[in-house]
């Protein structure tokens, strides 16, 4: 998906939530065990059930590789799906990849050009070469980690060099040399509050994908005010607060309201931003 | 497995060499390709031959993944074949995982409970909380990414800050308030040379998993002139050089002869280091 179609979807639809399908078999309704394969039963009532609401999808790899090969027929199942039924949902695998050269081109390939997804977030750790590699393919995207919603992001991501840049200002400039803002995002968790404002120095122009909305204290208000753009810039992910809303028969139902809530509270700052 | 049994199995065969498992459909021998299951039949032929002159296998699970299913039915069955057949082998999972703190408790459950994995590579940009969870385990271990052996390392790894603390010396420093000895480990590249003295400033006693001798250009003799310990410290990976020596029918044959010629010039370094 290009940036253009990114951004029209995003205005069309006045919502820029994505929701992050963390599906988690100890966490799914109970009557979903009696299914084939309870994770993409989850994962196609909840899309059916959100995809109004939302522009993007984002599981998280981690939930269906705990599960091994049943974990991966799920997943593959799922990314079928969405590219089958809702090809206007911009698909992110939440992998959280990075490693040498003809590795990271080996992991292109496999989500890119063989699953058909969209996006994939990398760690900037192992530098240039770890990227690149991704950069290579038409409409696809590396989302790199910047600045994450976590506690240990204090650790490593804020440490000044002897200039006074911060490794994830290192991160969002050097990575400007390999990439652009038609192939590239950010991730910056929502728990970042005005650290926004520094992002938006560096990259004015870039999509961010915001996680930790929701369960992990992020507010919507504070990312909007400081890291929204003229094209929007953002997209925002909820995953647990909308998945888990409801643990019945009608756990779909519910997690369709709750995605509609988030995309009404959206939709109202897009509007008010236009003014 | 403990330290300590590492440690034996190192002296006791006199090698520190792990065979990296790479495995690439599209270059493993011709013949193989009429097998179920060509990757865990070359795997398993290539285990078989190397054995004697290694202690660790290190199967990236990037070249597993990049098959989709089929991948990670190879890969499981790989893994079962180690634990059944070479129980004293050490297995690395490279996967260089890392992820906000429920996500990688979720990667370690998976690597290590389920698959009984020895350790795991993590990369760790995203810090404590991305990483702890893996040291919930007895006689498992985290390989945390340190100095890799590419060229994009200059990137950020040696990025100083205004106390002049380069980030891959915050990493090796501040992940000792996490883990030590006994359950981590950090990834050096065999190309950065002198940098392992710095490394051993900081990590006298941590063994450091090696990846870059052979193909990538790394020099056996450099890296243990200043990064071997009283207690080895290292364990040295050779992938493409060994199982891709060959692509006849002789291939094991040939990887055991080049995993052996690796040994003995280990052999030689440990002995002359004990004199």
């Known amino acids: 998906m290009t940036r253009q179609e990114l951004i029209q979807q995003i205005f069309e639809k006045k919502t820029f939530l994505c929701v992050g399908l963390d599906t988690d078999i100890k966490k799914i309704p109970e ?14 009532a909840i899309i059916d059930a959100t995809a109004p609401y939302c522009i993007a999808y984002k599981p998280n790899l981690a939930f269906y590789e705990s ?56 760690a900037p750790y192992m530098g240039e070469d770890s990227v690149t590699p991704f950069l290579q393919y038409e409409g696809k995207w590396v989302i790199l980690l910047a600045l994450t919603s976590n506690k240990g992001s204090h650790d490593f991501q804020l440490t000044a060099d002897s200039e006074g840049e911060r490794l994830f200002e290192k991160v969002l400039r050097k990575s400007q040399e390999w990439g652009n803002a038609d192939n590239m995002m950010y991730v910056v968790g929502a728990t970042q509050g005005k650290m926004f404002e520094d ?25 909007c005010q400081y890291g929204m753009t003229k094209d929007c810039g953002l997209i925002v992910n909820s995953s647990r607060a909308i998945i888990y809303a409801d643990k019945t028969e009608k756990f779909a139902e519910v997690a369709g309201e709750e995605a509609k809530k988030v995309a009404e509270q959206m939709k109202e700052i897009l509007e008010n931003a236009q003014k």
Request: charged content about 25%; aromatic content about 12%; proline content about 4%.
């Open 31 to 44: 009557h979903l065990l009696k299914e084939e394969d309870p994770i993409f039963a989850f994962n196609k």
């Open 199 to 223: 992002i938006r120095k560096i990259a004015p122009d870039h999509f961010l994908l915001v996680p930790g909305v929701g369960a992990q204290g992020g507010s919507l208000e504070d990312v």
């Open 67 to 122: 599960m091994g090969v049943k974990g991966w027929i799920s997943f593959e199942k799922t990314i079928t799906y969405l590219n089958e039924n809702y090809p206007k949902h911009f698909i992110i695998a939440d992998a959280k990849r990075g490693d040498i050269g003809n590795t990271s081109a080996m992991y292109a390939r496999t989500f890119f050009k063989e699953m058909n997804i969209d996006s994939l977030t990398v």
